[in-house]
């Protein structure tokens, strides 16, 4: 009888550590909230920036966020291939490839282009919520 109890003893507290484990121990950091951001992005005309990505680079200087800019000037943001942004502010900057046209390129400020300098932008956003007609635009 001492036995079965003691059997029956061990093998809820194994069932009790196996919970625990599986419920609680989790050590893994938890993924900071996103929200969803798209828009358009415009030159001081107003006219929209036809093609090319946006990038959006937050205050700490690591990588923020990127988007490819449509022919309408509409974007959606993304993180690391997923929809979404981490709360914050961010520096606007856009990056051509050579397929771009040269009037684009032209068109948009040299500041606001991405290079390996890594000037500063004077175009920033701040996140702090959902926006699907978030409107940006350069400056002269």
């Given amino acids: 009888m001492m036995r079965i109890r003691q059997e029956a003893t061990i093998a809820s507290l194994f ?30 005309s107003g006219a929209p920036v036809t093609g090319g990505t946006m990038v959006l680079r937050p205050e700490n200087g ?14 959606t943001l993304e993180d ?38 890594d000037g500063d932008s004077d175009v920033i956003i701040d996140v702090q919520q959902n926006n699907d007609n978030l409107e940006i635009r350069l400056k002269r």
């Fill in 62 to 75: 690591v990588f923020g966020a990127i988007a490819t800019i449509q022919s309408d000037g509409s974007f």
């Fill in 15 to 44: 069932s009790i550590l196996l919970c625990v484990c599986l419920t609680g121990c989790d050590n893994r950091p938890s993924k900071p909230e996103t929200f969803q951001v798209s828009g358009k992005l415009l030159l001081p």
């Fill in 80 to 117: 690391a291939g997923k929809p979404g942004i981490v709360p914050g502010k961010y520096q606007v900057f856009v990056r051509f490839s050579d397929a771009d046209p040269v009037a684009l390129r032209k068109a948009v400020h040299q500041r606001y282009q991405e290079s390996t300098d």
